[in-house]
């Protein structure tokens, strides 16, 4: 049984996989979230530039593209946190679970949200950790203008008077990698440099695909791959329900 199997972890799902290019990509793809984080923490800390509780307006009329790395580190997530979600995105009717119809506040609106959104959790995000890069840059990188110079654009969302009480208030649309040092003493990371740093290590690996479209597949695919490794994962009826 594949429960049996005690894959809970993205690193069981990892050692499951055995000697395959996948486990290596899924490993590599966590060794650069997790550098990501701490070159972030170090610019939170410094900075104090968070998100605002409750926003979740990045969810909103988004769906991301995924390159293979990313998909294949949430496809492992998904698997090890929440078995029964992931063999629902495989095997059930996936244009039903990827409606990204949602009602807002305003019953007269009708507001498009990635699948993955969820209004009640802290983050507003059902996968928090098994997240792409995209949605772990936005607000919380830098990037690069027209001359290749470090720039940085406070987030969209982020409210002009919160903004305005900062220590410095930060009432500019855009500042340079100078201003940056003299205001927080730090840079964000650059968004350019941490996705150049994936694509490159995996040339002709790295085209997108949409997340409704490659997300089942990649699931379906690692259950084949953990099975030919010698371990035999219960594949679910098609016809089981709906995850919630």
Sequence with gaps: MFSELHLDSVEKIVEALGDTEEAEIIGF?????????????????????????????????????????????????????????????????????????AESDNSDITDKTCIFYNPNNAFHCSIYEGRPFICRLFGA?????????????????????????????????????????????????????????????????TPTKALRTILPETIKKIYWLISLNGNHPTIPNPDMPRAS
């Design 141 to 205: 990188s830098a990037s690069k203008d027209k001359h290749g110079e470090v720039c940085w654009k406070p987030c969209k969302f982020y409210p002009a008077k919160t903004l305005e009480n900062f220590k410095t208030p930060l009432n500019h649309r855009q500042y340079s990698k100078q201003e940056l040092i003299d205001i927080f003493g730090t840079i964000p990371p650059i968004m350019s440099n941490v996705m150049e740093n994936v694509i490159g290590r995996y040339p002709g690996r």
């Design 29 to 101: 793809i966590h060794k650069s979230y997790q550098e990501l984080n701490e070159s972030q923490n170090q610019w939170l800390e410094k900075s104090d530039f968070h998100c605002i509780d409750g926003c979740g307006c990045c969810c909103h009329n988004f769906e991301p593209d995924l390159l293979e790395g990313e998909v294949l580190y949430m496809a492992a997530w998904i698997i090890a946190n929440n078995q029964y979600l992931a063999d629902a995105l495989a095997f059930t009717d996936t244009q039903r679970l990827f409606s990204l119809e």
